[in-house]
């Protein structure tokens, strides 16, 4: 679900709550830079419940998704490296029955 709401984000415009969140988390990072410099129109210092929830909801899901492409990564890391063993293990066997 939380998938289908980020890709409609490009091709629609961002509803307030995700625009809030997208603002506070802003504020946070430039927070974490050392720099202040949010215009005070558009500082959000606070989230409500609901917004909560969904910056937590959007952690979890980028989580996951990190942590799936990083298990996918390694995988195929494991899978190559165990064909190249067996590639390398004919090449280097001798044929025991040539006729």
Do not use: C
Request: no cysteine; charged share 35%; aromatic share 10%.
């Amino acid at each position: 679900m939380l998938h289908q709401e980020l890709e409609a984000s490009s091709a629609q415009p961002v509803d307030h709550d995700w625009g809030q969140i997208y603002l506070y988390v802003a504020n946070k990072t430039y927070g974490r830079w050392g720099k202040n410099e949010v215009p005070e129109d558009i500082r959000v210092e606070s989230l409500t419940d609901d917004q909560v929830r969904d910056l937590n909801r959007l952690k979890e899901w980028l989580y996951q998704r990190r942590t799936t492409a990083r298990q996918d990564k390694d995988r195929a890391e494991r899978r190559q490296k165990k064909e190249a063993e067996a590639t390398k293990r004919k090449a280097e066997q001798p044929a025991l029955f040539q006729f």
